[in-house]
T-cell receptor, first 118, second 112 residues
């Protein structure tokens, strides 16, 4: 079974509009973390936002917010006031287990290609 | 500024060659990772290391090996390159108590 599912291979949004990128996850571990990364066409992976499984409030970072619905196992990324520079591939990722111990490996989804149009 | 550096942006190798992809981080991170990125498949973990000389297999280790002799350097080795290993390879590092990861710029490997 997929641990991270991103069902939108591609999305279009008009400049200045808000857009939601979907992410659902699957884990039986009570302690986990969820991440969103942005990958522009240049290829580098840019960390955007993090949500811990025990965090009571949804994470926000500037124009990015994470809509965390624990019971639904979803962690959607909301980008407000889209800009042309937001055009990129977006990946949702999960770290399972606590922060101690080795590894802390991240499992990634297949990504959503976002195109912001004028 | 944190930095993860991969030795090459683009690499072309012949089938059967032994290929080394190098990754260096300057953040004193314990954890280091090698991912492979293919269209429609996202990032898949090949190997990771949580300490010097320690390594664990990820989801797709076949055809690859790794080496971590020093904390700052993590090498991915393709023992005998094949055309199905043509891909983008991404190195990352993280602290154990952090969970997230910092990525290098990626190496686009073409095996002909």
């Amino acid at each position: 079974a997929q641990k991270i599912t991103q069902t939108q291979p591609g999305m279009f949004v008009q400049e200045k509009e808000a857009v939601t990128l979907d992410c659902t996850y699957d884990t039986s571990d009570p302690s986990y973390g969820l991440f969103w990364y942005k990958q522009p066409s240049s290829g580098e992976m840019i960390f955007l936002i993090y949500q811990g499984s025990y965090d009571q409030q949804n994470a926000t970072e500037g124009r990015y917010s994470l809509n965390f619905q624990k019971a639904r196992k979803s962690a959607n990324l909301v980008i407000s006031a889209s800009q042309l520079g937001d055009s990129a591939m977006y990946f949702c990722a999960m770290r399972e287990g606590g922060l101690t111990g080795g590894g802390n490996k991240l499992t990634f989804g297949t990504g959503t290609q976002l195109k912001v149009e004028l | 500024d944190v930095k993860v550096t991969q030795s090459s942006r683009y690499l072309v190798k012949r089938t059967g060659e032994k290929v080394f992809l190098e990754c260096v981080q300057d953040m004193d991170h314990e954890n280091m990772f090698w991912y492979r990125q293919d269209p429609g498949l996202g990032l898949r973990l090949i190997y990771f290391s949580y300490d010097v000389k320690m390594k664990e297999k990820g989801d797709i280790p076949e055809g690859y090996s790794v080496s971590r002799e020093k904390k700052e350097r993590f090498s991915l080795i393709l023992e005998s390159a094949s055309t199905n290993q043509t891909s983008m390879y991404l190195c990352a590092s993280s602290l154990p108590q952090q969970g997230g990861a910092f990525f290098g710029q990626g190496t686009r490997l073409t095996v002909v």
